[in-house]
């Protein structure tokens, strides 16, 4: 492995800015840099061109994992993979197994394992069931919704099979992901139950993480062109001066015509 402090002048990769960008996001959701700090590090760090350019822009965070890591690793570790196998965890049950909304409303959301089987009950008000960072106790889950003069809201990431088998009167059901494939051993979301004047609805949306990665990228687009605009600028500035090289050719025939006479004066 090449030492990190002995190469500053190596050309960073995308995937090196890429690695540096995801301890800024740890670092931004742990609280150890506010907004300001890590726009203009992610600015810096998409413009990098080397290692010594990226060095100082963690070196006062740690790794993930570790409680003390260098600013950068020119260690290539692979790329996380895209199955589920480390999301369905197994188990009876999960974090919650039920919620209950009566003129109020409930939330299950962020990083919590939704169980085999999730009941909920909302009369005059609203739940919000978010799977997008969710574990799963089984590769199959139930959810039960009753919805009375209420809503439930379920939210599911891409790659995931919804079915949905409630039953409506005089509201409904959401069948806009029913039956939309999964992924390749990626979890089934099982929506039942009743919506009586009230609704349970299906939205499919990118995890938080992912439209980060999109808005960072668009971000690192940006730059880029105007860095490719200021070359171009530059480039122009210099046809403008010289616009057929006359400047060029004027001073190479200067040269030629000082070396003649100072041959003449040889002889």
């Given at each position: 492995m090449t030492d990190d402090a002995a190469v500053p002048d190596l050309?960073?990769?995308?995937?090196?800015?890429?690695?540096?960008?995801?301890?800024?996001?740890?670092?931004?959701?742990?609280?150890?840099?506010?907004?300001?700090?890590?726009?203009?590090?992610?600015?810096?760090?998409?413009?990098a061109r080397t290692y010594g350019d990226l060095a100082p822009i963690t070196r006062d965070l740690p790794d993930r994992g570790a409680a003390v890591a260098p600013a950068v690793s020119l260690t290539k570790e692979p790329a996380p993979g895209g199955d589920w196998a480390g999301r369905i965890v197994g188990g009876d049950s999960g974090t919650?197994?039920?919620?209950?909304?009566?003129?109020?409303?409930?939330?299950?959301?962020?990083?919590?394992t939704a169980p085999r089987r999730f009941n909920c009950f909302a009369f005059w008000g609203g739940g919000e069931i978010d799977l997008r960072e969710a574990y799963f106790a089984d590769r199959e889950i139930v959810i039960n919704a009753v919805a009375i003069m209420g809503g439930v809201e379920i939210i599911v990431p891409p790659g995931v099979e919804v079915v949905v088998r409630g039953v409506g009167i005089m509201g409904g059901f959401d069948h806009r992901e029913d039956g939309v494939p999964g992924e390749p051993g990626g979890p089934r979301v099982i929506v039942t139950g009743l919506a009586f004047w009230g609704g349970v609805g299906v939205q499919r949306k990118l995890p938080r993480s992912e439209k980060q990665r999109l808005r960072e990228e668009r971000?690192?687009?940006?730059?880029?062109?105007?860095?490719?605009?200021?070359?171009?600028?530059?480039?122009?500035?210099?046809?403008?001066?010289?616009?057929?090289?006359?400047?060029?050719?004027?001073?190479?025939?200067?040269?030629?015509?000082?070396?003649?006479?100072?041959?003449?004066?040889?002889?």
């Open positions: 050309r960073a990769s995308d995937a090196d800015r890429e690695r540096v960008a995801e301890i800024l996001r740890d670092a931004l959701a742990e609280g150890r840099l506010d907004m300001e700090e890590f726009e203009e590090r992610l600015d810096a760090t998409y413009a919650s197994s039920w919620g209950v909304a009566v003129m109020s409303g409930f939330q299950r959301k962020g990083q919590w971000r690192r687009q940006k730059l880029e062109r105007k860095e490719s605009r200021r070359r171009e600028l530059e480039g122009s500035r210099h046809d403008l001066h010289d616009p057929l090289g006359l400047h060029l050719h004027d001073r190479r025939g200067r040269r030629e015509e000082s070396g003649e006479r100072g041959r003449d004066g040889d002889r």
